[in-house]
């Protein structure tokens, strides 16, 4: 525990070497905005001559240790305990603590999640260095190896970039859906060691009664959206949307007010509030685009706004605008797609027949 | 159930009303000199939790802090006036250009200094900054436990259960008091406060203290006690969007174009 005391930079900064990042993990597997910060951080600090380390804690972490190596962790450390098999602050924070003391990493990095932000928080503060919250850029300047992190602020309109100079390790946390993650490479080399986790009485206090999990609508990794919004008018609604969704195998979005009202559940929210999302096309279906909502779409690559009122102001971020009542739209939209995907599948049947054709004609000329 | 008088403290912040903040269409910076402040929304869902803990323990003490300027004395009465039994604002000048450490750092000693706290609540994060650290960081400070992003929670048989919104599971803990809870934006609906409420509140007031009060070192504090500092802000350059329009009965050329685009993949791939 920290006690009333103030950020303390070390004597030596420079002993500080590496890049540690801490892989999150549910029922033994390795979750995908852990994984998302291993290109970013290899890239890291193999420019400055360092390596990667990564960090996982679990029951059994064996499969993890090795997953982590080969999706390109250089070296990879596994604390196990029954008591380690849920994500709980205290003892996470004390064994991630622990491993900063022992190996003074340079820059600590940890998914920008729920749990991952309960985490850096208290590390943060027991380490008494700084951190920056939710990076959606980083990299390290060569000179005195400084990480630069990058967030977006101010809704989204500002980047600013954020330097811990002298206290260390120098943290982040990493947005999810913003990094790739990199190919596994079953071939890869890297050190790996697994220790046993022995964790006090006194920091189970907490204890984890229920868990009831979501079949979650992950938005973040979707590739089409189709959102609704007020402009449905009613609960039902979201039928037409779901079925212009399914035409196209698209996720459905929603607005924060139809939420509220209870037309659609919480986990399909776009924006402040809800999910972050940037998909290759984002068709807004009656949301007039309040800013809590842009904030949370408008990096989308493609965006489409079906919408009865000219003015409203999600209009003035769309790529195209279709100006009339979703309800003619949608039916008409979605018959139009009917006929392309037929037109496309005939095209495709009769390349592939002049194909069958030519081979059976190269077959005879022999 | 047993009832029991719990002592309350909340965190709260006074930031501008992000639905009148107006984003400056040459600079991209948030002219905040536009808005009207008001409690940050997350704080005011903590403030109805810790009241309605109260409202099913009666003999229940609130007390609401705030790190802040001067003016953020009325973000104390507004929460006094909802039915919180004790305002204290931290103001010093000390205190400004703080990070999320000496942020949590100045509301742990003031918490240290109230003394005997049984539940801590704060919002999920503010909207000016967003960054969910000062909740955690105080608990840190503390040496207490936490449970951070919660949607409902309750106290029975002396233990402090939250509901964990996750994002893949809603998680039920218990913890032992004393102990701190981030309450998430809309997890809730606060009252709202009555003019008699309102006017006793200020009949009431509130309280302020000083860097010297809560036994911090000035250097400990505000920008001086920060690790981090802003290297530069750049204005986030958004893709320029075209805006083409169509109408119902184009669809057919709409989907071609979106399709010859690449935008749209339909089927095969």
Redesign the interface.
Known sequence: MAGLINAEPPANPDEYRNVMIFLESRNGELKKPGLEMISVGSAMAHKVNEILIGIVFGDKVGDMVKQAGEYGCDRVIGYESPDLKDFRTIPYATLLSDLIGELKPNILLIPATRNGRDLASRIAVRSRTGVTADCTELDVDPNGRILQARRPTYGESTLAEILCKRHRPQMATARPGIFAVPERNPNAKYESEIRKAKIKKEYLRKEIVDFKPKTTVDLTSARYIVSGGLGLGKASGFKLIQELADEIGAYVGASRPTVDLGWIGRDHQVGQTGQSVRPELYIACGISGKAQHLMGMKLSQNIVSINTDPDAEINGISDYIINADLYEVIPKLIEAIRKKKAELKKEAKSESDGKKKEVKEKATEK | MIEMALEIIVMIKQVPD??E?V?DPVT???NRGAARNVINPADENAVEQALRIKDKNPDTHITVITMGPPFAESALLDCMARGVDRGILVTDRAFAGA????T??TL??TI?KIGKFDIIFAGEES?D?????????V?????I?????TSNSWVEDGKV?AE?????????????PP?LITVL??SNIPRNATLRMKIDAMKRGIETWTLNDIG??P??VGLK????????????Q??K?????????Q??D??????SKG??K???E
Not at chain 2, 99 to 102: A, L, Q
Not at chain 2, 145 to 149: D, F, T
Not at chain 2, 254 to 259: D, I, K, M, R, T
């Open positions: 992000s639905s903040v984003i991209f910076t948030l990070d999320t450490y000496p949590g750092l742990a000693a240290t909207t900054s967003s960054t969910g650290h000062v909740g955690p960081g608990a840190e400070f503390l040496g436990e936490q449970a951070s992003y259960y964990r919104q996750l994002e893949d599971g809603v998680e039920t803990v218990r913890m032992e102990c934006t809309n911090l070192k250097e400990w006690g920060s690790p981090t500092i802003v290297k530069s802000m750049k204005s986030i958004e893709k969007r075209e805006g083409k329009k169509f109408t119902p009965d669809m057919d709409f989907v071609n174009e979106l399709v935008i749209l339909l089927g095969g």
